[in-house]
Structures are given as structure tokens and as C-alpha cells.
């Protein structure tokens, strides 16, 4: 994985991530195969950021009926990266 935008997909904005900001700890979709070392460059690289900490989780699937029949969503994997004292992403 050499792109890094193909490893960070988005930035999550959510009540959660807003609350976790203080702590200078922001919230990522990544790819699945994506290691945390991985996470850590790419954060570095598109955010010209120095990241501390990275943890990582996968989120199962939800189930959705559409009509008669069940389905499911696919797995995702979330990042949560946690920068050096006095760093910051910029927020549009």
C-alpha cells in the first residue's frame, strides 16, 4: 500500500470524535488490509502531522432486509489516531 489515500479514506465527524478532539485523537476510515504502521505514514504524509498513537478496530456489518430478503453490509475497519502534544488536523 503505497498511496496513502488509498489507505486513509476519510476523516469520521461524529458527536464521539468531537469529544475526542480535546485529546488530540481524531477518527479514521481506512482500508481493511491497512496496518497500523501503514495508518501512521498516511496520517503523516496527508496531514503533515507527527502521530503518536494509532489503535485500530474492524466493525462488523450491519444486517439490512431489503423487501423479502436479508443482506448484510460489508466489514469496516476504523482507526483511531492520536497526534503528539501540540499538533492538530485542520477541520474545514
Given at each position: 500500500?503505497?498511496?496513502?489515500?488509498?489507505?486513509?479514506?476519510?476523516?469520521?465527524?461524529?458527536?464521539?470524535?468531537?469529544?475526542?478532539?480535546?485529546?488530540?485523537?481524531?477518527?479514521?476510515?481506512?482500508?481493511?488490509?491497512?496496518?497500523?504502521?501503514?495508518?501512521?505514514?498516511?496520517?503523516?504524509?496527508?496531514?503533515?502531522?507527527?502521530?503518536d498513537r494509532v489503535?485500530?478496530?474492524?466493525?462488523?456489518?450491519?444486517?439490512?432486509?431489503?423487501?423479502?430478503?436479508?443482506?448484510?453490509?460489508?466489514?469496516?475497519?476504523?482507526?483511531?489516531?492520536?497526534?503528539?502534544?501540540?499538533?492538530?488536523?485542520?477541520?474545514?
Amino acid at each position: 500500500m503505497s498511496n496513502p489515500y488509498y489507505i486513509v479514506k476519510t476523516l469520521i465527524q461524529t458527536e464521539k470524535g468531537s469529544r475526542i478532539e480535546a485529546d488530540r485523537c481524531y477518527q479514521f476510515y481506512v482500508a481493511a488490509g491497512a496496518t497500523k504502521i501503514d495508518i501512521k505514514r498516511a496520517v503523516e504524509a496527508i496531514y503533515k502531522v507527527q502521530v503518536d498513537r494509532v489503535n485500530t478496530m474492524v466493525v462488523p456489518g450491519k444486517m439490512r432486509r431489503v423487501r423479502m430478503q436479508l443482506g448484510r453490509q460489508p466489514d469496516w475497519k476504523k482507526a483511531y489516531v492520536r497526534l503528539q502534544e501540540g499538533q492538530k488536523i485542520e477541520l474545514k
